[in-house]
C-alpha cells in the first residue's frame, strides 16, 4: 500500500466515524422523545459523548486526509466542483450539528439542574426540551448535508 | 493501486453508494449498540435500547451492505474473474462472518431482553456488547481492506 493509500483508507473510516456518530445521535433522539426523568436523560450523556467523539474525529479525519489526498493524488484538484462542493457541504454540516447539539444539550441541563435541586420525578418541562422540534429539524437537516457528501464523493461529478 | 480507479463508470455509482451507506449504518447500528449497551450498568432501559439499535439499525445496515456489494460485484466483472484479489476476498469474508456473529448475537441479545422481565438476562446483553466490540473492530479492518485495497 502506498502512502496516498493509506491516507485514503483514513480518510474513509474518518467518515465511517462521523456517519456512525450520526446515527448514534438519530437513535438518541428517537429514545429522548419518551424521557421524561433527570435520571434518564443524565442516563445518555455517556453514550452521547461517545457519539460527540465519533463526529469530531470523523470531520477532522475526512477534512485533514481529504486535503492531503486533493493535493495529492493526480488528476485531482482543490478547485475541482467536487471537491469544493464536498467543503461546502462540510462546513454546512459542521454548523448545523453545533446548534443540533445545543438544541439537545438544554435538555440535558435543565435535567443536571433539576437533580441537583432533588426533583427526581417526571417533568413535563424536561419532557418538551427533550422533544425539541428545532432540534429534531437541525439534526435531519445535518444527516441529509452528510448523506449529500456521501454522494459526492462518490459520484465525483465533474470528475 | 491506481487511486484514479476510484473516478467510476455511472453505472457503479448507485450499487456502490447502497453498499457503502449500509456499511455505514451498519457500523453506526454497532456504535450505538455498543456504546448503550456498555454505558447500561444493568438499568433495563438502555439494555433494551442498546439491542434495539442492534436489531433495527445495524441488521438493516448489514443487509443494504451486502445487496450492494452483491449488485457491484456483478457490475464491475468480478463474477467473470478466475481469483477475487486479496482485498475483496477479505472484505466478503468479514462481511460474511461479520452477518453470522450479528445474527448470532441478536439471539443472544434477544434471549437477554426477553428475560429482563424477570430481572435477568444482562449476562447475556454483556455477550451482545462483547460480540458487537468485536464485530466493530472487524468492520473497521474490512472498510481498511476494501479501500486500502492491500495486496
Known amino acids: 500500500m502506498s502512502f496516498d493509500d493509506w491516507m485514503l483508507a483514513l480518510h474513509v473510516l474518518s467518515a465511517f466515524s462521523w456517519v456512525a456518530g450520526t446515527v448514534l445521535f438519530s437513535v438518541l433522539i428517537v429514545a429522548v422523545r419518551r424521557v421524561d ?3 434518564g436523560t443524565i442516563r445518555m450523556d455517556p453514550v452521547s459523548k461517545v457519539g460527540n467523539a465519533a463526529i469530531g474525529i470523523g470531520m477532522v479525519g475526512t477534512i485533514v486526509f481529504g486535503l492531503w489526498l486533493a493535493f495529492s ?3 485531482y484538484n482543490i478547485w475541482d466542483g467536487w471537491i469544493i462542493a464536498a467543503l461546502v457541504l462540510w462546513v454546512f454540516s459542521g454548523a448545523v450539528g453545533q446548534r443540533t447539539g445545543a438544541a439537545y444539550m438544554e435538555g440535558m441541563t435543565k435535567a443536571k439542574e433539576l437533580q441537583t435541586a432533588g426533583q427526581t420525578g417526571p417533568s413535563a418541562e424536561l ?13 435531519v437537516l445535518s444527516s441529509v448535508l452528510v448523506l449529500l457528501i456521501l454522494i459526492d464523493m462518490i459520484w465525483k461529478p465533474g470528475a | 493501486m491506481n487511486l484514479l480507479a476510484t473516478v467510476r463508470p455511472d453505472s457503479s455509482v448507485l450499487p456502490l453508494l447502497l453498499h457503502v451507506f449500509g456499511a455505514m449504518i451498519l457500523v453506526g447500528g454497532l456504535l450505538t449498540g455498543a456504546s448503550a449497551l456498555a454505558f447500561a450498568k444493568g438499568e433495563a432501559r438502555s439494555l433494551r435500547l442498546g439491542y434495539w439499535s442492534l436489531l433495527a439499525v445495524s441488521l438493516p445496515g448489514w443487509i443494504l451492505m451486502r445487496v450492494g456489494a452483491e449488485w457491484i460485484y456483478s457490475e464491475e466483472g468480478w463474477d467473470e474473474v478466475a481469483d477475487d484479489p486479496g482485498w475483496l476476498g477479505m472484505g466478503a469474508f468479514i462481511a460474511d462472518i461479520g452477518g453470522f456473529i450479528l445474527l448470532v448475537s441478536l439471539i443472544l441479545g434477544g434471549v437477554g431482553v426477553y428475560r429482563l422481565r424477570s430481572g435477568k438476562g444482562a449476562g447475556l446483553l454483556k455477550a451482545t456488547l ?7 473492530a472487524a468492520y ?3 472498510v481498511w481492506a476494501m479501500t ?3 495486496d
Open chain 1, 37 to 39: 426523568t433527570p435520571e
Open chain 1, 73 to 75: 493524488v493526480g488528476g
Open chain 1, 127 to 139: 419532557l418538551a426540551l427533550n422533544r425539541t422540534s428545532r432540534g429534531a429539524v437541525l439534526h
Open chain 2, 130 to 136: 462483547i460480540l458487537s466490540l468485536v464485530l466493530l
Open chain 2, 140 to 142: 473497521v479492518v474490512a
Open chain 2, 148 to 150: 486500502g485495497k492491500p
